[in-house]
């Protein structure tokens, strides 16, 4: 939603020409944003702490004896919140990826950037983990731009180690937990067992990758937003003017000024919404790329307009059109549509998941065999039976001929599975001739578990030709 043509409130426009973190030479211009405070930032806090203790403690969770989430790619099992999958549920897979590409779609057609502003990780780490930290240490904006220009002296010297050890620190055991999600909390104790002269390579792999996600944190910062991440470079293309994004209001705020000229807007132009932008630019211009919606500048603003004994709003959530139109309604029919539809996806794919069997089972003829006979008056199939157990305890299972009259005979010992246990055996089933009526008869396979019917499979039973039959 970048528009090219010139507002009226916008005298240069060249600010579109760079990113706000680079400068006309092309090199980096760090940013120290102010610490934001306010109602928005209160919310966030509260937000991104719980997917951050969410992610710190979901390998140790236990439920149904495995992790809360477990994403075993070597074995090809993945749990979820206690569900099980297999290879054998990739359909589920396809649907939760055709569902979750429409859902950002039209989530961000409607909400803009609010999933980078209140949960990408990138967001949550950076501002809520990394940034305090530095607060803490470094101090505010103006301390910490005093500070990066000081020479090294011992108390920027010992403030630099701090912080970066404590960064290390972080990185290192994100990594780690990042891994047990892979390969399981106990195995990674074991790979930590006897570092660094044991397991060499692996302390190698876990080191590289510790260093890259430090590199991110530390330096790369808001460059992962406005440079590499494609959500962020998709968004010009999705976004349009009924979009719900952070804006600024300027047909209240414009022009801007000082004192108490009926001909000034309300916006005083203090800069409080540039100095606490994470990303550098000034939401003033308008909806720009590097923008994550992040709502510190609705804050800042905020606090400046009580200040001033002005209404608040002035940076809100809103779209290009309700400003323009001078209306308070963010959600139009459109975005209520949307919205409908995107709670119709969540419903359908968690119904799909919830809705899993716990058992799979297959059956199917054996290839290249026919009939065989079986005592005098009876003839029997060979089949080929598969079954999954993707429950989380031990069952047992038996089958049982339902149409036409006969028997299922499961050669060697009973169907009783472990969690995700895969079973393969060679199951007969014994029609009586008197059953068969044609050379090709329909037979329905009853599939009990404890004694409950779970499924009903259908397959064909292979006989003799309709003029051996009669006889």
Request: charged letters at 20%; a positive charge; hydrophobic letters at 40%.
């Amino acid at each position: 939603m970048e528009s090219n043509q010139k507002p009226d409130h916008i005298q240069d426009l060249t600010f579109r020409d760079r990113m706000a973190t680079v400068d006309k030479e092309g090199k980096r211009v760090w940013v120290f944003p102010k610490m934001p405070k306010g109602k928005f930032t209160n919310y966030r806090r509260i937000v991104a702490y719980f997917l951050l203790a969410f992610f710190y403690l979901a390998p140790h969770i236990k439920l149904n004896g495995d992790p809360l989430i477990f994403l075993n790619f070597l074995d090809r099992r993945f749990v979820l919140l206690g569900q099980t999958f297999y290879p054998q549920d990739f359909h589920l897979l396809v649907l939760s990826f055709i569902t979750l590409l429409v859902f950002i779609i039209l989530f961000t057609v409607v909400y803009g950037r609010i999933f980078c502003g209140w949960a990408c990780p990138q967001t949550v780490f950076m501002e809520f983990l990394y940034r305090p930290i530095e607060y803490l240490i470094d101090g505010d904006r103006n301390k910490q731009r005093e500070l990066a220009r000081q020479e090294m002296n011992v108390p920027k010297l010992l403030k630099r180690i701090a912080k970066h050890t404590i960064f290390v620190f972080i990185s290192f055991f994100t990594v780690l937990t990042f891994l047990s999600y892979i390969i399981g909390w106990p195995q990674v104790r074991i790979l930590l067992a006897g570092w660094p002269f044991q397991n060499f390579a692996g302390f190698l792999g876990v080191a590289a990758f510790t260093g890259a996600h430090y590199f991110v944190f530390a330096w790369f910062r808001e460059q992962v937003c406005s440079l590499v991440c494609p959500y962020g470079r998709l968004q010009g293309v999705m976004l349009e003017q009924n979009s719900i994004v952070v804006a600024y209001d300027y047909i209240r705020g414009e022009p801007r000024g000082r004192g108490k000229n009926e001909e000034k807007g309300d916006c005083i132009d203090c800069k409080r919404c540039v100095d606490v932008c994470p990303t550098g630019i000034d939401i003033r211009n308008g909806t720009q790329l590097e923008c994550i919606n992040c709502t510190a500048c609705i804050d800042a603003c905020a606090s400046v307009m009580y200040t001033v004994n002005k209404p608040k709003g002035l940076i809100r959530y809103a779209s290009e059109r309700s400003i323009s139109e001078k209306k308070k309604e963010v959600m139009n029919a459109r975005a209520i549509a949307y919205s409908v539809v995107l709670v119709i996806l969540l419903g359908v794919a968690s119904f799909a998941f919830m809705n899993r069997d716990d058992v799979e089972t297959t059956i199917v003829r054996t290839q290249g065999t026919l009939f065989q006979q079986y005592g005098d008056d009876a003839l029997s199939n060979l089949y080929d039976l598969q079954m999954i157990n993707k429950s989380s305890g031990k069952i047992t299972m038996d089958l049982k001929l339902l149409e036409p009259e006969g028997e299922v005979k499961i050669p060697g010992d009973s169907l009783i599975l472990d969690k995700g246990e895969v079973i393969k055996r060679n199951v007969l089933i014994i029609l009586p001739k008197s059953e068969l009526k044609s050379s090709n008869t329909h037979v329905i396979i009853g599939v009990y578990r404890e004694g409950q019917q779970v499924e009903q499979i259908s397959s064909s039973f292979v006989g003799p030709n309709s003029l051996d039959v009669k006889k």
